[in-house]
């Protein structure tokens, strides 16, 4: 390797481990010479469909471009949606009868989002088990405002690892407080989508989606991924500025499906960027300054190093060396100042109906590297499970393994208690769907039953008189105590949001908020 090649790797190696230190001697800059070449990387890319779809899978796969007879309501004219009969604010009214004490009862709703199931011999050209979920103009318009927003910050990425990254993040912030999708149903609604992370989606989705707690905003989450993938090949805005964006298609293999081809020419063994990687200016090389990855020769794919180009070189005087040794000889002698207490915590999906964990792993530690949140595996302590003084070197990636939805044939009443709480909350139905449901009292042949609903069974000669008692009905019960573990980081109250404290509150984020590493989430 050329001289200036490892001068650059040493350079930048020095000043990543010292600026770790807390204490003791502190590496200076050299001096400045005005000889030395700056390396000037582009300072812009584009987002386009290869770099996402890497990541992310095929945007194409996200487009519903055959609406079908049973959507009465948008149309697609091969390049721009459209809606029938003015369907601004709804796609339909729903309308419900109950009876109370024999009093009948109308009520209607309007309907902003509506998701299908293609089954077999579907018209939609869709494989079974894909939804298709369409959306009112009004929220159509605002999700193709929340797209061209998201595209426009993630396209001065450089890296493809970051467009997705950064398109995801847009997702997950969207789908919170003030986000286009807010008001346009309840999160039990979103809970009951079944759209899922891709099994074979890259890490980059699933750790993403794996640190969002709220079971209702993971769905919105990988519902604005598809929509965001979806605006990145749509036809643009007219001249009216009108092109909704309408429906989507999430695939029956979930978001962020990718392929499973290699394409990468690279040796296994030459794909992590070391000392020993090629030169990215030589001529067996040629790789760009943006992707820092070699177009040709025997390296091709393989990350490679930036150098400085013609010149003279710097040379620091011997005072600079002897700092840089001071700074070593502190190291040897305090080893411990290079240590530091991570900072995690533990985070599960917990158990399913079945008793096993909904997800694979069981549990995981949610751990702060570098100001990025990752994923990685516990240890073997029951008390302390993410305890570690410094990080694994492996992280790992969760799966959903509970089923949701489908027939419910069995379930069980549950009282849920916490040590945080004086009293044990109401009594309430948990089902094999994997769903929480409220607790119901009938009458069947003269005998009065308390049960689960949903498993309700009705003798054929039954009538149901009216209620013996015109008490209310006992409320469903309150949510989980979720208290918020220890040092928990936020930036706002919405970051704690997820979380419910013992007397039933949202806990805030600690005065002053705004820096995430030193305000937490508080009761």
Not at 155 to 164: C, G, L
Not at 187 to 201: G, L, P
Not at 353 to 362: E, L, Q, S
Not at 437 to 448: A, E, K, L, V
Request: glycine letters at 6%.
């Amino acid at each position: 390797m050329a001289p200036s090649s490892i001068w650059f790797f040493a350079s930048v190696m020095l000043a990543t481990v010292t600026s770790a230190l807390p204490d003791g001697p502190k590496i200076t800059p050299p001096p400045a010479n005005p000889n030395i070449l700056a390396i000037n990387p582009t300072s812009s890319g584009q987002i386009g469909i290869n770099p996402v779809t890497s990541d992310l899978g095929d945007p194409y796969s996200y487009v519903l471009t055959k609406l079908g007879s049973s959507n009465p309501v948008v149309t697609w004219d091969g390049s721009v949606y459209h809606y029938i009969e003015g369907h601004t604010n709804y796609l339909t009214v729903e309308t419900k009868t109950t009876t109370v004490n024999n009093v009948p009862t109308t009520t209607t709703s309007t309907v902003k989002v509506s998701v299908e199931t293609a089954a077999a011999g579907s018209d939609t050209g869709q494989e079974v088990g894909a939804l298709g979920i369409t959306f009112s103009k009004d929220i159509a318009d605002n999700l193709r405002k929340a797209a061209e927003a998201a595209i426009q910050k993630c396209r001065v990425t450089r890296k493809r690892s970051d467009v997705a990254s950064c398109l995801i993040e847009a997702a997950s912030s969207a789908s919170g407080e003030g986000g286009p999708l807010e008001g346009t149903a309840s999160d039990a609604f979103w809970e009951s989508i079944t759209a899922e992370v891709a099994e074979n989606a890259s890490s980059v989705l699933k750790d993403a989606i794996a640190v969002i707690q709220s079971q209702a905003r993971k769905k919105k989450t990988l519902i604005l991924v598809a929509v965001f993938l979806t605006a990145t090949v749509l036809e643009g805005a007219g001249d009216n500025d009108d092109n909704p964006l309408a429906a989507i298609n999430i695939p029956a293999a979930g978001v962020g499906s990718t392929t499973n081809e290699d394409k990468n020419t690279c040796p296994p063994e030459k794909r992590e960027r070391t000392k020993n990687s090629p030169p990215c200016d030589d001529s067996d090389c040629k790789g760009p300054h943006d992707t820092q990855r070699c177009t040709e020769g025997e390296n091709k794919d393989c990350p490679c190093l930036l150098r400085a180009g013609g010149g003279p070189k710097q040379v620091p005087d011997q005072s600079w060396w002897d700092e840089q040794q001071a700074v070593i000889t502190s190291v040897i002698a305090s080893p411990e100042i290079l240590t530091a207490t991570a900072d995690c915590f533990v985070n599960s999906d917990g158990n399913a109906f079945d008793g096993k964990p909904a997800a694979t792993p069981a549990s995981w530690c949610v751990c702060d590297s570098s100001g990025t949140l990752r994923l990685y595996p516990t240890n073997d302590s029951p008390s302390s499970p993410c305890s570690y003084v410094a990080l694994p070197t492996t992280t790992v990636s969760v799966s959903l393994t509970a089923p949701h939805g489908g027939k419910v044939t069995s379930c069980r009443i549950e009282s849920y208690t916490a040590d945080t709480l004086t009293t044990t909350l109401e009594p309430y139905c948990t089902c094999n769907d994997n769903s929480m449901y409220p607790i119901d009292t009938w009458t069947d042949n003269g005998s009065q039953t308390t049960g689960c609903t949903p498993t309700r069974v009705t003798s054929p000669s039954t009538t149901t008189p009216p209620p013996t008692s015109s008490a209310s009905p006992p409320p469903p019960p309150p949510p989980p105590v979720d208290e918020p573990p220890p040092n928990t980081n936020c930036r706002n109250n919405e970051d704690c949001s997820s979380y419910t404290c013992s007397d039933g509150s949202k806990p805030g984020c600690g005065a002053g908020a705004g820096d995430p590493f030193s305000h937490f989430c508080v009761c």
